[in-house]
């Protein structure tokens, strides 16, 4: 009875983080396109000279946003409380800043200014919480990632796939040797090296123009690689952020937690399904995500999440 109570809560876990991600995909799209829109009121406020430079698509974007912002007020003013891209955003005049981002302005010698530092408490916060919950439950690449490994499963029941680990000290190398070039180049450097960002910049351009970006390129090199080399290779060996979130909450109160009488010696179900090599049989939780794979797979519904190892 309880190994069934616990599968149908990883099930719901698995659902509502699906459904979470795809909400963040959908907002991203949303808030990029109002940041457009900002700039295009600001240079234009014309409909019909916003369709001569930026197409009909834009146009009638520009003319539904201009409707639904004069609900609450002038409408420049109002937007100007939504926007940005993947790492900076604004969400009813609160910012949020990926730790990314801000290590990358300090490498540049920027420094931070009030709204980047405060922008990085609810990042630094979620992971110091719940460890690399952005991963499952937020960062707009990984449904990307998470359908290439399903069909990696589906794959390996014909074909053989390797599976190479690097480790995590490869993410490690990415991270410094992505601020050394952003603070040499520039940011642009991200649209390379980080899968969300890279997202982030694929779906506005396509959406507002209709055109691939370079970063369509990188994404399709990480899915790639997902695929050919090992499961989520991407998110466990070369994305910076999952490294640093992953250390950032190596110590976080709330994560998968075992209840060790319930659990058989003989399985190995846990381990072996967790996307990030996480091993909740030995209680060892860094890296975890809260995904809820692991808990709709045990066998004895000894896996659940909450405060710290059993
Ligand atoms: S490791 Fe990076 S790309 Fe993968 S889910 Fe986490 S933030 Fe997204
Ligand atoms: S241990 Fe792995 S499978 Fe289980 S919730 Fe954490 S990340 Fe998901
Ligand atoms: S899935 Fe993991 S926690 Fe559950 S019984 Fe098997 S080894 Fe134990």
């Known amino acids: 009875m309880s190994d069934t109570i616990g599968r149908k809560r990883g099930v719901r876990l698995l659902i509502l983080s699906t459904l979470s991600r795809t909400a963040v995909l959908l907002l991203l799209c949303t808030l990029a396109l109002w940041t457009e829109y900002s700039n295009l009121k600001l240079g234009y406020n014309n409909p019909r000279l916003v369709e001569l430079s930026s197409g009909r698509m834009m ?7 201009d409707a639904f912002f004069s609900l609450f007020g002038e409408p ?17 005049g609160i910012p949020f800043t990926d730790p990314v981002a801000a290590l990358s302005l300090l490498a540049r010698g920027h420094g931070w200014t009030p709204p980047i530092a405060a922008g990085l408490i609810v990042p630094v916060a979620l ?16 449904l990307l990632f998470f359908t290439i490994s399903r069909m990696r499963s589906l794959l390996s029941r014909f074909f053989y796939f390797p599976d190479f680990s690097p480790g995590r000290s490869t993410a490690w190398g990415i991270l410094a040797g992505g601020l050394l070039a952003a603070a040499l180049y520039g940011h642009g450097v991200w649209t390379l090296l980080l899968p969300y960002f890279a997202m982030g910049q694929v779906l506005f351009q396509s959406i507002a123009f209709g055109t691939l970006p370079p970063p369509f390129f990188a994404l399709a090199v990480f899915a790639a690689a997902d695929l050919a080399l090992s499961r989520r290779f991407t998110c466990r060996h070369l994305c910076p952020t999952g490294v640093l979130l992953g250390f950032l909450g190596r110590k976080a109160p709330v994560t998968i937690r075992r209840d060790a009488p319930r659990c058989i010696a003989e399985c190995d179900s846990c381990t072996l399904v967790c996307p990030f090599q996480v091993n909740p049989k030995r209680d060892e939780t860094l890296d975890c995500s809260i995904c809820g794979e692991c808990v709709a797979i045990c066998p004895t519904g000894c896996l659940s999440v909450g405060r710290g190892a059993s």
Do not use: D, K, N
Request: proline share 2%.
């Open 127 to 142: 992971a110091l919480l719940f460890g690399r919950v952005f991963c499952a439950w937020i960062c707009p690449a990984s």
């Open 76 to 92: 420049a003013q109002v937007a100007r409380e939504f926007g940005g891209m993947t790492w900076s955003i604004r969400l009813f």
């Open 59 to 65: 146009r009638l974007f520009y003319e539904g946003s």
